[in-house]
């Protein structure tokens, strides 16, 4: 989805009638302007526009503050070939969550989610996750393709707190549940790169990974992002007893999941040249 349907659709949500949607949207356009004047465009000058002087980041190879953030502006102008794809945009009260694809940062293209925190019409704080774009799943699917309008402005709290009794309740309780319980036993899209569309394709690759000896385990979630019907969880766990952070984006239709994308990644190890503020 190119900035300029974002824009208009950011334009077209502050327009309903929803409590807290219209701020939600003036924080999404925001920060939709502040990546194309700064990252997209190179221009180190227009970072004091829109970040705040003493920004908090949890990506570990940044430091804190607004003059960390110049530097990796102009390191994106300098190599000259960054390009982003923005593909969803999620708003909720003070955070904006984006769901994209990136150029530039290596050989490889990166899928990631970027969370900002919007206070006094600034960026004041940043986490994300990002990974090496992968080849598609079983089932066709990338990480990235699927449904992107937002509807159900009104199920956000209902969707939101559905998506986190059900990682609660099946990642970190490890409950015996009933599924269908929360994911539609009929419709439902993947796009983890290992793991095939489907209540089957879900419980063949936990089955594959169980022979393996490898474990997932979620531990805590720290943040739940909504807007209508899709909602976006950062928590922290281990795979294969290796700390790892995890991004879920669901998204859900009539109280059920009916698609899932996520970002895994490793949590920062000792090494990392920043990691002041954490990972989370």
């Given at each position: 989805?190119?900035?300029?349907?974002?824009?208009?659709?950011?334009?077209?949500?502050?327009?309903?009638?929803?409590?807290?949607?219209?701020?939600?949207?003036?924080?999404?356009?925001?920060?939709?302007?502040?990546?194309?004047?700064?990252?997209?465009?190179?221009?180190?000058?227009?970072?004091d526009q829109y970040f705040a002087k003493d920004i908090i980041q949890h990506n570990e190879?940044?430091?804190?503050?607004?003059?960390?953030?110049?530097?990796?502006?102009?390191?994106?102008?300098?190599?000259?070939?960054?390009?982003?794809?923005?593909?969803?945009?999620?708003?909720?009260?003070?955070?904006?969550?984006?769901?994209?694809?990136?150029?530039?940062?290596?050989?490889?293209?990166?899928?990631?989610?970027?969370?900002?925190?919007?206070?006094?019409?600034?960026?004041?704080?940043?986490?994300?996750?990002?990974?090496?774009?992968?080849?598609?799943?079983?089932?066709?699917?990338?990480?990235?393709?699927?449904?992107?309008?937002?509807?159900?402005?009104?199920?956000?709290d209902a969707n939101k707190a559905k998506v986190e009794e059900f990682i609660t309740r099946?990642?970190?309780?490890?409950?015996?549940?009933?599924?269908?319980?929360?994911?539609?036993?009929?419709?439902?899209?993947?796009?983890?790169?290992?793991?095939?569309?489907?209540?089957?394709?879900?419980?063949?690759?936990?089955?594959?990974?169980?022979?393996?000896?490898?474990?997932?385990?979620?531990?805590?979630?720290?943040?739940?992002?909504?807007?209508?019907?899709?909602?976006?969880?950062?928590?922290?766990?281990?795979?294969?007893?290796?700390?790892?952070?995890?991004?879920?984006?669901?998204?859900?239709?009539?109280?059920?999941?009916?698609?899932?994308?996520?970002?895994?990644?490793?949590?920062?190890?000792?090494?990392?040249?920043?990691?002041?503020?954490?990972?989370?």
């Amino acid at each position: 989805m190119t900035l300029k349907k974002l824009f208009a659709s950011a334009a077209i949500v502050a327009t309903l009638p929803f409590a807290g949607q219209a701020d939600s949207a003036e924080n999404k356009t925001f920060v939709l302007e502040a990546l194309e004047n700064t990252l997209l465009a190179g221009d180190v000058a227009a970072v004091d526009q829109y970040f705040a002087k003493d920004i908090i980041q949890h990506n570990e190879m940044f430091a804190n503050g607004i003059e960390a953030q110049k530097e990796v502006v102009g390191f994106l102008a300098g190599n000259g070939n960054f390009k982003a794809e923005y593909v969803r945009v999620i708003a909720d009260d003070d955070l904006v969550a984006v769901h994209a694809r990136y150029e530039g940062f290596g050989e490889t293209p990166v899928i990631g989610f970027d969370v900002f925190r919007i206070e006094d019409g600034k960026i004041a704080e940043h986490w994300d996750n990002l990974i090496p774009e992968q080849p598609v799943n079983p089932s066709g699917r990338t990480q990235i393709d699927g449904a992107t309008a937002i509807t159900d402005l009104d199920q956000t709290d209902a969707n939101k707190a559905k998506v986190e009794e059900f990682i609660t309740r099946a990642l970190i309780n490890h409950e015996q549940l009933d599924f269908t319980q929360y994911i539609n036993p009929a419709n439902y899209a993947q796009h983890n790169p290992m793991v095939a569309d489907g209540l089957d394709g879900f419980g063949a690759f936990m089955a594959e990974m169980a022979q393996q000896g490898i474990t997932m385990d979620y531990s805590e979630i720290h943040q739940v992002i909504g807007e209508g019907n899709f909602v976006l969880t950062l928590s922290e766990g281990a795979l294969g007893n290796e700390p790892t952070a995890f991004y879920d984006l669901f998204r859900l239709e009539d109280g059920l999941i009916v698609e899932h994308w996520d970002v895994i990644a490793p949590m920062p190890g000792p090494d990392a040249p920043h990691n002041e503020a954490g990972k989370f």
